[in-house]
């Protein structure tokens, strides 16, 4: 069963931090560009971070020097480190693996994650 898993969701005060994984079966990750999308209450699905081929990776200006982008192939698994949490960052995080290639964009992916709650509130 191919299927994208996330953990790591949770209530966190600004300017906390918290660690997004996602890990993938079925499928070998390392074939995919890695992304991460966030959807807030109200809010189009936005673009948050995509790991593709060779490693590069990209950023929303929004979370530019406080989110990385990681992954581990030899765990089929991707991650997301996000430090100095803002209220704004609050969202539902969905992880993506979207075929090499392809624009970053939603209609672009192979593979959903089920997402995970992020609540960044004092």
């Known amino acids: 069963q191919v299927q994208l898993v996330e953990s790591g969701g949770g209530l966190v005060q600004p300017g906390g931090s918290l660690r997004l994984s996602c890990a993938a079966s079925?499928?070998?990750?390392?074939?995919?560009?890695i992304a991460w999308f966030r959807q807030a209450p109200g809010k189009e699905r936005e673009r948050v971070s995509l790991?593709?081929?060779?490693?590069?990776?990209y950023y929303a200006d929004s979370v530019k020097g406080r989110f990385t982008i990681s992954r581990d192939n030899a765990k089929n698994t991707a991650y997301l480190q996000m430090n100095s949490l803002k209220p704004e960052d609050t969202a539902v995080y969905y992880c993506?693996?979207?075929?090499?290639?392809?624009?970053?964009?939603?209609?672009?992916?192979?593979?959903w994650g089920q997402g995970t709650q992020v609540t960044v509130s004092s």
């Open positions: 079925g499928f070998i990750l390392d074939n995919y560009a």
């Open positions: 993506a693996a979207i075929k090499f290639g392809r624009l970053w964009a939603s209609r672009n992916v192979d593979y």
């Open positions: 790991k593709g081929s060779g490693g590069s990776t």
